[in-house]
C-alpha cells in the first residue's frame, strides 16, 4: 500500500513536501517514483528514485521539475519524499506515488499567484 500525503495550497514560489509512507513491502528494495496528473490530462511522470539496496537511490527527473524538485527516501521509515521548492503555476494537480503496478490514491497540490 501506498499512501500519500503533504499536499495543499500555496502561493507561486512556495514550497511543499510530499510524504508516500509504504507498507507491506519494504520500499527500499524498489524504485521508486512520483506522478502529477491535471484533470482531463494524462499522468505525467515526474520522478524516481532507484533502490537503495542495489542501485544506490539514484535519482531521475522530468525536465518540467529538475532543479526544483528534489525525491528522498528515508529508508527506516519506509517513506519516500518529494520535496518541491519554486512551484509555479503548472505545478498543481494530484500527485501520485508508484511502485511498479501500485499507485496510491492522491494528494492535491494548488499554487495560486
Known amino acids: 500500500q501506498l499512501v500519500e500525503s503533504g499536499g495543499g495550497s500555496v502561493q507561486t514560489g512556495g514550497s511543499l513536501r510530499l510524504s508516500c509512507v509504504a507498507s507491506g513491502f519494504n520500499a527500499s528494495v524498489y524504485s521508486m517514483n512520483w506522478h502529477r496528473q491535471v484533470s482531463g490530462k494524462e499522468r505525467e511522470f515526474l520522478a524516481s528514485?532507484?533502490?537503495?539496496?542495489?542501485?544506490?537511490?539514484?535519482?531521475f527527473y522530468a525536465d518540467s521539475v529538475k532543479g526544483r524538485f528534489t525525491i528522498s527516501r528515508d529508508n527506516a521509515k519506509n517513506t519516500v519524499f518529494l520535496q518541491m521548492d519554486n512551484l509555479k503555476p503548472e505545478d498543481p494537480g494530484v500527485y501520485y506515488c508508484?511502485?511498479?503496478?501500485?499507485w496510491g490514491k492522491g494528494t492535491q497540490v494548488t499554487v495560486s499567484s
Open positions: 528514485i532507484s533502490s537503495s539496496e542495489y542501485l544506490g537511490g539514484s535519482t
Open positions: 508508484q511502485r511498479n503496478v501500485f
